[in-house]
């Protein structure tokens, strides 16, 4: 018989085991996930982790791609990592995402054509207000009515998909886009623009506010007094009003300040790789940058680690589907995986698996 | 003595790391009370675990009448004639007496004849309890005769009881010694475990002292005087508190009709609560669990907001106050539950230093924790309590109960409070701690701090307080000085009706 038995305190070790025992069974379940679709499983895997990389048919063009799709990953999951750490669960970041873009292509658009230096950072700030003002809405409903975070900021996010079409046919569509849903293409718009800044690399100026609010986050939770309370509230909430945590505060903090990092997400996307506001504008990074935290530990390097590891799914996933016809849900069931071995594995960080056969203890008796 | 009802021989229980039982060996005979005494930690636990099958030793036998015994579950136990009260009740609030009791036997009657059954035994041991009342609307004392009567109808032959007059008033604890001296008169055998040592003395006549998982000794406690027994169980000479009762100062606490509604649905409003406290002074107030000691305390450290002169200290309204600004001036806190509440259980003793201790101790720097200073503050906390662990960054759940408060009442004090209110200042410490924390709250009181005891444990308040007031049903009576307060004054300051009618009834 297996027995779980509480540790006395919690292993370090698996709490870093874990994430890499997730990543295999992934890779199996995965494989049989494959398998089952009557597709080679080996070549399924190698096409989703090793190809994007290594291969010298599409290195070139995915190598790129995993710094455009690590970046929003890793900016928005440490936004929700702070959360998340304190117990506030933002489940709802891909809604701030869609609000913070917009707002920055209201900004972009208000200004076309007019070159001024003064565009670019107007945008930044617009997309992250956005995105925190989405966020303050479920912050606000639960510390006034005490609504629950996690439903009124995901359904936010259906609410923000409708108004991305809205915008995308209706009052942002480009006057010149002869009819079609989408705006003007706020990439070719150079004060508005989210250049690629060394050429070849996938590095824009969203992968840039990625590393500072990685750093920012790792000093926030290892050095300042208010990581200290966010880590608090979230193990010990008891303990952290007595120790005068204000749970309102940390409330309005930490939605706002994820909603901010996912606005300024969409921001540097709309300006970037997506070009325009269009109604399928959003592709999921909201929702995959909750695995990326998970996976990462809730801690600033492992989102990093993480991010770069969700991308590589994303591109090689695609690869998948374009080499293979694998469907694309196979791979977010696949993505999902992820999140299910890791949390179930989590047990084992603060539990451990005991072999208790009847006979042997009654011999050592 | 002929044939023992249980013998106990050469039991040994390892766990990875520490051995809880070693080598223990001792009888406990027919219609006997037996006295298992020890500090925290020593392995009582672990002996009456494996005495009631939870846990199976590695070594030893033991003797159920002659014959061999080794369950190998609590039911295996039971059926063989042993129960056990628990010290932390297994009760379900939202169901009455009798489907608790009839929740925890292997094979219950119907319903309506165990209600029968309950009635006629609590009448036939003097524990009155209604079957058809609720358990959420029961009294500690009540409570623990819901369980006592749930071991009672498996009619066993040995009873354990684990620490059973924690929570009790004294008139609830004389009901419940009469109950076990009628039960020894059937016959009946009780191992009983206990620190109160007065207790032990008036109840057994024999005691088995364990240390460090060993039998350290045996005795007949009713020649032996609480000091010796004392000494046995902690293996050295005991330092008794001892204070000078010094000229008290100036008010420094002020509470003035405080009345707060409670954050919890079960928990109790404070009702027009007055407190005066003056530097020097130690406040003792008694009272049940429940009956608004977390309100109080939580009203007074901050969690709690109250009308801003509801809550003064040293003149200052501060009632609208939070944790962070009462501390600032000198109002510390140590709230009853450790784990949780006082300190955060996964996170380390440094971040738990840092808790309670960020800004007095100046551990932050323009927010900028300094966790080298943290670590500091925590290692002079562990240092000057004695806080028995490898390290300060071992996680506060990794400590036992009784080293982990004296973690908690160390980290207040050593921040040189003003005003300092704890709340069961050494629930569940041994003999030895307890002295020395309550010797720490003297102390301060002696360098001028004003103190407030809040605490179930009477002797202790009588041991440390200069003042006594009772809280009851979110009320707090007028306080008067310990000296000549009698132990029947203070039953009836608690409330003692409860108790005297039970008696009647």
């Given amino acids: 018989m297996l027995r779980l038995e509480k540790r006395p305190s919690p292993s370090h070790a698996w709490n870093y085991a874990t994430p890499v025992l997730a990543v295999a069974l992934t890779m199996v379940a995965g494989g049989l996930l494959f398998l089952a679709l009557g597709k080679n499983p080996f070549e399924a895997i190698r096409l989703i982790f090793w190809d994007p990389l290594f291969s010298e048919t599409f290195g070139a063009y995915s190598r790129p791609q995993l710094l455009i799709k690590a970046g929003p990953l890793i900016l928005i999951a440490v936004g929700l990592s702070i959360g998340f750490r304190a117990g506030i669960w933002n489940i709802g970041a891909e809604g701030q995402y869609i609000i913070g873009a917009m707002c920055a292509a209201a900004v972009a658009l208000w200004f076309f054509p007019a070159q001024s230096l003064l565009v670019f950072p107007l945008m930044i700030v617009a997309g992250a207000l956005g995105g925190w003002a989405w966020g303050m809405i479920p912050a606000i409903l639960k510390t006034r009515f005490n609504t629950n975070e996690i439903l009124v900021s995901l359904l936010l996010v259906y609410v923000a998909e409708k108004l991305l079409a809205a915008a995308a046919t209706g009052f942002m569509r480009n006057p010149q886009g002869a009819g079609f849903p989408g705006s003007r293409n706020i990439n070719q718009y150079a004060s508005a623009a989210n250049h690629e800044l060394i050429a070849g690399t996938g590095l824009h100026w969203g992968g840039v506010a990625a590393l500072i609010a990685v750093i920012f986050a790792y000093v926030l939770l290892q050095r300042h007094i208010l990581g200290f309370h966010v880590r608090l509230a979230g193990q010990a909430p008891r303990a952290a009003r007595f120790a005068g945590v204000a749970p309102t505060r940390l409330v309005l903090m930490c939605l706002g300040l994820s909603g901010a990092f996912a606005g300024l997400a969409g921001m540097f996307e709309v300006a970037g790789p997506a070009r325009l506001i269009s109604i399928d504008f959003n592709s999921g990074y909201g929702f995959t940058a909750i695995i990326v935290a998970f996976l990462g530990r809730l801690h600033p390097v492992g989102i990093v680690l993480a991010g770069f590891l969700l991308a590589l799914t994303y591109i090689g996933g695609e690869l998948a589907q374009f080499m293979l016809g694998i469907p694309g849900a196979a791979i977010q069931v696949f993505q999902g995986m992820l999140l299910f071995f890791l949390l179930a594995l989590d047990i084992l960080s603060n539990y451990r698996i005991r072999l208790a056969l009847p006979a042997l203890s009654r011999e050592a008796r | 003595?002929?044939?023992?009802?249980?013998?106990?021989?050469?039991?040994?229980?390892?766990?990875?790391?520490?051995?809880?039982?070693?080598?223990?060996?001792?009888?406990?005979?027919?219609?006997?009370?037996?006295?298992?005494?020890?500090?925290?930690?020593?392995?009582?636990?672990?002996?009456?675990?494996?005495?009631?099958?939870?846990?199976?030793?590695?070594?030893?036998?033991?003797?159920?009448?002659?014959?061999?015994?080794?369950?190998?579950?609590?039911?295996?136990?039971?059926?063989?004639?042993?129960?056990?009260?628990?010290?932390?009740?297994?009760?379900?609030?939202?169901?009455?007496?009798?489907?608790?009791?009839?929740?925890?036997?292997?094979?219950?009657?119907?319903?309506?004849?165990?209600?029968?059954?309950?009635?006629?035994?609590?009448?036939?041991?003097?524990?009155?309890?209604?079957?058809?009342?609720?358990?959420?609307?029961?009294?500690?004392?009540?409570?623990?005769?819901?369980?006592?009567?749930?071991?009672?109808?498996?009619?066993?032959?040995?009873?354990?009881?684990?620490?059973?007059?924690?929570?009790?008033?004294?008139?609830?604890?004389?009901?419940?010694?009469?109950?076990?001296?009628?039960?020894?008169?059937?016959?009946?055998?009780?191992?009983?475990?206990?620190?109160?040592?007065?207790?032990?003395?008036?109840?057994?006549?024999?005691?088995?002292?364990?240390?460090?998982?060993?039998?350290?000794?045996?005795?007949?406690?009713?020649?032996?005087?609480?000091?010796?027994?004392?000494?046995?169980?902690?293996?050295?000479?005991?330092?008794?508190?001892?204070?000078?009762?010094?000229?008290?100062?100036?008010?420094?606490?002020?509470?003035?009709?405080?009345?707060?509604?409670?954050?919890?649905?079960?928990?109790?409003?404070?009702?027009?609560?007055?407190?005066?406290?003056?530097?020097?002074?130690?406040?003792?107030?008694?009272?049940?669990?429940?009956?608004?000691?977390d309100e109080l305390l939580a009203a007074l450290s901050g969690e709690l907001r109250a009308p801003a002169e509801a809550v003064r200290m040293d003149g200052t309204p501060v009632g609208q106050y939070g944790p962070t600004a009462r501390r600032a001036m000198g109002l510390l806190c140590a709230p009853e539950e450790r784990l949780g509440h006082a300190a955060a259980p996964d996170m380390s003793l440094t971040e738990n230093a840092l808790l309670t201790g960020a800004w007095r101790e100046k551990l932050v720097t323009r927010g900028f924790v300094s966790y080298a200073k943290a670590r500091d503050f925590a290692e002079r906390v562990i240092l000057r309590f004695d806080v028995r662990t490898p390290g300060a960054h071992v996680a506060a759940r990794a400590l036992s109960g009784g080293n982990l408060q004296k973690f908690v009442i160390g980290r207040e004090i050593l921040q040189r409070p003003s005003v300092l209110v704890v709340n069961q200042p050494t629930w569940g410490v041994d003999a030895s701690a307890a002295a020395s924390i309550r010797q720490a709250l003297l102390d301060l009181a002696q360098a001028g701090a004003a103190v407030v005891v809040i605490s179930q444990d009477l002797d202790e308040i009588l041991e440390v307080a200069d003042n006594f007031a009772a809280l009851n049903g979110g009320r707090l009576s007028v306080p008067r000085p310990v000296q000549g307060l009698t132990m029947d004054q203070i039953g009836l300051m608690l409330g003692g009706a409860e108790g005297g009618n039970d008696a009647a009834a």
């Fill in chain 2, 1 to 293: 003595m002929s044939q023992p009802l249980l013998s106990i021989q050469g039991l040994t229980k390892r766990y990875p790391g520490v051995v809880a039982n070693s080598d223990v060996t001792f009888d406990i005979g027919e219609g006997e009370v037996h006295a298992l005494l020890g500090e925290n930690g020593a392995g009582k636990s672990t002996l009456v675990k494996a005495i009631y099958g939870l846990i199976r030793p590695n070594e030893g036998t033991m003797l159920w009448r002659g014959k061999p015994y080794a369950p190998h579950a609590p039911a295996e136990a039971r059926a063989t004639g042993v129960a056990m009260v628990f010290q932390h009740f297994s009760l379900f609030e939202a169901m009455d007496v009798a489907e608790n009791v009839a929740l925890g036997m292997d094979n219950p009657p119907p319903i309506r004849e165990l209600a029968a059954r309950i009635t006629e035994v609590s009448n036939a041991y003097g524990l009155p309890l209604d079957p058809a009342r609720m358990v959420g609307d029961l009294s500690a004392g009540e409570r623990q005769r819901v369980e006592i009567i749930r071991c009672l109808l498996q009619n066993p032959q040995l009873l354990i009881m684990d620490e059973p007059t924690s929570v009790l008033t004294p008139q609830e604890v004389d009901i419940l010694f009469r109950t076990l001296r009628q039960l020894r008169s059937e016959g009946k055998s009780i191992l009983y475990i206990s620190h109160k040592l007065e207790e032990i003395r008036s109840l057994c006549e024999n005691a088995t002292v364990l240390r460090l998982g060993k039998v350290v000794g045996r005795a007949d406690p009713r020649q032996e005087s609480a000091r010796s027994l004392a000494e046995m169980m902690v293996g050295q000479t005991l330092h008794v508190p001892s204070r000078q009762r010094g000229a008290m100062g100036r008010v420094l606490l002020k509470v003035d009709k405080l009345s707060v509604a409670s954050p919890s649905a079960f928990g109790t409003a404070l009702k027009g609560v007055n407190l005066t406290v003056h530097a020097g002074e130690i406040l003792g107030i008694g009272g049940v669990a429940g009956n608004g000691q």
